[in-house]
């Protein structure tokens, strides 16, 4: 064979062996991009949700919409921000007659630790020790 038409083929297949390799690469990009968008949707209600419950006496309809976007996380979720998430329920639920506030607050700052990783944060954590805490922003009764 012609050493001409060698590197002739040669450069059409590396040509369609570089655009398949691309096009895949590109699909796998939009495809993740859509999954933390879907996530961060996920997320950001769950937090919303969160924010309605902060106080002493959140309405049946606020723990409603807290425990549905709670369970519509472990859908979605990483493993990491599954059992952060089950910590935290665990804590606050209403059956545990011990709650801490300390341990909330540490499991409340291991699920948004968590969640921030999941999301591909960079970087995730403050260099100095943080913990997170809810704000309510109802008038006390």
């Not at 691309?22 to 495809?31: I, N, P, V």
Request: charged letters at 25%; proline letters at 6%; glycine letters at 4%.
């Amino acid at each position: 064979m012609n050493g001409t038409i060698v590197v002739a083929i040669i450069t059409v297949v590396g040509t369609i062996v570089a655009a398949a390799i691309t096009s895949y690469l590109t699909k796998a990009k939009d495809r993740e991009a859509e999954w933390r968008a879907v996530k961060l949707t996920h997320y950001k209600r769950f937090m919303t949700a969160l924010s309605a419950i902060v106080g002493p006496t959140p309405t049946p309809e606020e723990r409603i919409t807290f425990a549905d976007a709670a369970n519509d996380i472990f859908l979605v979720g990483s493993p990491a921000v599954l059992v952060a998430l089950r910590a935290y329920l665990d804590e606050t639920s209403d059956s545990n007659s011990g709650k801490v506030v300390d341990c909330h607050d540490q499991l409340l700052t291991a699920l948004i630790f968590a969640i921030r990783e999941d999301l591909g944060r960079k970087p995730n954590r403050p260099n100095e020790p943080f913990e997170f805490r809810m704000w309510s922003g109802k008038p006390r009764a």
